[in-house]
T-cell receptor
Framework: KNEVEQSPQNLTAQEGEFITINCSYSVGISALHWLQQHPGGGIVSLFM???GKKKHGRLIATINIQEKHSSLHITASHPRDSAVYICAVRIQGAQKLVFGQGTRLTINP | DGGITQSPKYLFRKEGQNVTLSCEQNLNHDAMYWYRQDPGQGLRLIYYSQIVNDFQKGDIAEGYSVSREKKESFPLTVTSAQKNPTAFYLC??????????FGSGTRLTVV
């Protein structure tokens, strides 16, 4: 079983819908990252969380340390939000990240 | 603007050849990383370096080598010993208590 599990693996929605992507992990962490990967392959860091909630524009990320769970929400989704969203955790005491397999989001106009 | 530069974007290699992928950062980050991404799989760590002249193997280091002679540079060599080198390679850097910055990647194809 992977240390980081994301759901769903694929998500297709209509423009304007509220989107939720989930991430569960099974190890102790010092931080959790949400990343966005566009078709060209480059990755952009969206959020780094160690507790609570962060908001940037239409994106909201939450984390529940006790439940070892994080969610990424997108409000008023737009076709340009179409990308692969990746959850990654920094294991406590370690430098490296462990990645989920990603969620492929497609927003149709 | 600060960031990570990976080059080239696309690379073709003949079987049996070594090839070196470049990664340069001007963020003054101490740590740098190389990841490999295969279709349908999460990123996997190849090598990482926390300081100059020091590096550690990641989960899939076999068939790869790195050097860290300068803080700004962390080149990755894919050797002929790597049996399945065709993949997308991403370089990243980080500083303590800060997030990660990723490069735009190099897509390597063995022909």
């Amino acid at each position: 079983k992977n240390e980081v599990e994301q759901s769903p693996q694929n998500l297709t929605a209509q423009e304007g819908e509220f989107i939720t992507i989930n991430c569960s992990y099974s190890v102790g962490i010092s931080a959790l990252h949400w990343l966005q990967q566009h078709p060209g392959g480059g990755i952009v860091s969206l959020f780094m969380l160690s507790s609570g909630k962060k908001k940037h524009g239409r994106l909201i990320a939450t984390i529940n340390i006790q439940e070892k769970h994080s969610s990424l929400h997108i409000t008023a989704s737009h076709p340009r939000d179409s990308a692969v969203y990746i959850c990654a955790v920094r294991i406590q005491g370690a430098q490296k990240l462990v990645f989920g397999q990603g969620t492929r989001l497609t927003i149709n106009p | 603007d600060g960031g990570i530069t990976q080059s080239p974007k696309y690379l073709f290699r003949k079987e049996g050849q070594n090839v070196t992928l470049s990664c340069e950062q001007n963020l003054n980050h101490d740590a740098m990383y190389w990841y490999r991404q295969d279709p349908g799989q999460g990123l996997r760590l190849i090598y990482y370096s926390q300081i100059v002249n020091d590096f550690q193997k990641g989960d899939i280091a076999e068939g790869y080598s790195v050097s860290r002679e300068k803080k700004e540079s962390f080149p990755l060599t894919v050797t002929s010993a790597q049996k399945n080198p065709t993949a997308f390679y991403l370089c990243a850097s980080s500083a303590a208590n800060y997030g990660y910055t990723f490069g735009s990647g190099t897509r390597l194809t063995v022909v």
